[in-house]
């Protein structure tokens, strides 16, 4: 394959990795450079160190549990590219699925077990109507929930709103009303409020129900994770999914191999100080080690920041910024704390088939059982010592509220409290009287993220956070492509059709650089495909009229405030 360039991708994450993918098979010279001394940024899995006894592999733990839902279309797509063996479409046949989500309470409230399936079959686009999606997404409330049917109503409604919004209204009004005030949190029930507010938010984004953007939330998780999924329209495939093994064993080995097959090489324990700027493009950037020795400056004809958007921004120097000032702007997105703790269990940990949101948690707390979708694998025979049969992985989302055992954030906690807070508050939620699910005499260890250091000193750190959501920071984020023509960005912070920190987002930016340097090299290569959120067709319509409405001054037709 011909060579049309060299190009250096600055981090090794999903979003690096999906650039390089692309470029490689598009023909470009292709190496990424890497923080860590692996790939996979905050999706990699990692070995629990000294743990493997008998020719076992060590415990596995990770950042956090991965969550692949089918509204997810662009990352599928490249996970089907990705060979894996005995698999027909790749890493993608190593997902499963997910059956219901459980609404954990704390106290001894009644949970809320929320089947996750397609609740009807769709009928023939013509009758696909607002009164239809209303009627489907009713019944489905009204028995997972016990909130009474006018505030089911009222949020049914306030769907329908959104819905029915057209992409200007969006953009403009409903990035700037945070979702808390959008659904009238205050004024309904302490049950609406968590399983509405703060269970689709805060739990989900890291991003407080009462500063998260209406269209990240509405547009993310409301309109793509519940309505079209529970719908059955434009989906991937199933509504919750998961991998059938650690990360690094069910996708990133693979995509790894897969990519240095394609020619793409790897400068690992590589930091990336600061991208050269000059004559109007990136003459080099200027790395190190870690710790600051052998520096030196490493030259492409085309670079991809990919990095995470707190470590891009210290890269880009004065004069950079002052070349394009959408770079400036990115000073004004917050990222914020949201990390995982991986219990393992000597017995079975049966919480529920698919993922476990603690409503009640101070801390939004999370979890997942993971050995009952890791039918791929043996887990005592394979991990550990061989008495850990399932791994419950855990993700605090919360890190600046006070727990429940001693009274602190998590953030001034040391290690030990903070999984000790992490343990109670999941075992308050999904414990029930006289049999609790999650007993203590069956917890063998744990395994605290390491990109946390410092936990009970004044100044904790953490190097892996996460972007959060809040009203106006859709208006700074910034697009793949820059002024300066042979600089792209890539990322989660950049502004895709998905709107969300996620992997999904950081694949589609990816493609969207992809694009921007085939355009500024001037390549007759085909273009990544791309793929927005799923829009019915036969909403289209009512979109129109909302158009026409908001160019007005009018609220959209469904919206009675």
């Known amino acids: 394959m011909r060579a049309w360039g060299s190009v250096a991708v600055l981090g090794g994450g999903v979003s690096g990795l999906s650039a390089a993918h692309e470029l490689a098979e598009r023909g470009y010279a292709v ?54 063996p005995g698999n027909e479409n790749g890493v993608h046949d190593n997902l499963r699925s997910g059956t219901e989500t459980l609404f954990a309470r704390a106290g001894g409230r009644a949970d809320l077990h929320f089947p996750l399936r397609r609740v009807t079959t769709p009928p023939r686009p013509q009758d696909i ?32 709103v959104y819905l029915t919004s057209c992409e200007a209204r969006r953009d403009e009004q409903w990035e700037t009303v945070p979702w808390w005030k959008f659904i009238r949190a205050e004024d309904f029930s302490e049950e609406y409020r968590r399983f509405f507010g703060i269970g689709q938010s805060r739990n989900l984004t890291a991003t407080k129900a009462e500063e998260s953007s209406t ?93 995470p958007v707190e470590h891009a921004r210290p890269t880009w120097g004065q004069a950079l910024r002052a070349a394009d000032p959408q770079l400036a702007r990115c000073d004004a997105l917050r990222t914020d704390w949201m990390v995982g703790v991986q219990f393992y269990m000597s017995k079975p940990s049966p919480m529920v088939h698919g993922h476990v949101n603690c409503l009640d948690s101070p801390w939004s707390v999370t979890a997942v059982g993971q050995a009952q979708f890791w ?16 791994c419950v992985s855990a993700i605090a989302s919360e890190w600046d509220k006070p727990g429940i055992l001693y009274g602190k954030t998590a953030k001034q906690c040391t290690r030990e409290e903070f999984v000790a807070e992490v343990w109670a508050q999941l075992k308050d939620a999904v414990g029930v009287a006289g049999a609790p699910v999650l007993r203590d005499e069956d917890r063998l260890g744990w395994f605290l993220d390491p990109a946390v250091t410092g936990m009970g000193s004044p100044n904790p750190q953490n190097r892996e956070q996460l972007l959060i959501h809040p009203v106006g920071s859709l208006y700074d984020r910034p697009s793949a492509k820059t002024v300066v023509p042979n600089f792209f ?53 009512l979109k129109r009229v909302d158009e026409l409405r908001f160019k007005l001054g009018l609220p959209n037709t469904f919206d009675l405030g």
């Open 31 to 84: 190496t990424v450079y890497e923080y860590y001394d692996v790939l996979g940024g905050k999706a990699r899995s990692m070995d629990v160190p000294g743990t493997g006894e008998g020719g076992r592999k060590p415990l596995p733990g990770e950042h956090g549990f991965r969550f692949i839902p089918g509204f997810y279309r662009n990352l599928p797509d490249t996970l089907r590219r990705i060979p894996f």
């Open 129 to 160: 109507t607002p009164a239809w999606i209303r009627d489907q997404l009713l019944s489905v409330l009204q028995l997972a929930t016990n909130m009474p049917a006018y505030e089911l109503g009222y949020f049914v409604n306030r769907l329908l």
């Open 215 to 307: 269209r990240t939330v509405a547009g993310v998780y409301m309109e793509n994770f519940l309505v079209f999924g529970l719908l059955g329209l434009g989906h991937d495939g199933d509504i919750d999914r998961v991998l059938n093994g650690p990360t690094n064993e069910a996708w990133l080995d693979a995509w790894v191999a897969h990519l240095r097959s394609l020619g793409v090489e790897f400068a690992l324990s590589t930091h990336v100080r600061e991208v050269l700027y000059g004559d109007g493009r990136i003459t080099g950037v200027r790395v190190s080690a870690p710790d600051g020795s052998g520096a030196h400056v490493i030259t492409a004809d085309h670079y991809v920041s990919a990095l």
């Open 375 to 390: 039918d791929a694998h043996d887990f005592p025979a394979e991990y550990g010592d061989g008495r850990a049969v399932d």
């Open 489 to 541: 960005l890539a990322g989660d912070y950049i502004r895709t059709g998905m709107n969300l920190a996620s992997m999904e987002g950081a694949n589609e930016a990816a493609r969207h650089a992809v694009n921007a340097l085939l355009d500024a090299d001037g390549s007759s290569a085909q273009q990544c495909t791309t793929w927005g959120h799923y829009q019915p067709p036969e909403l289209e319509p």
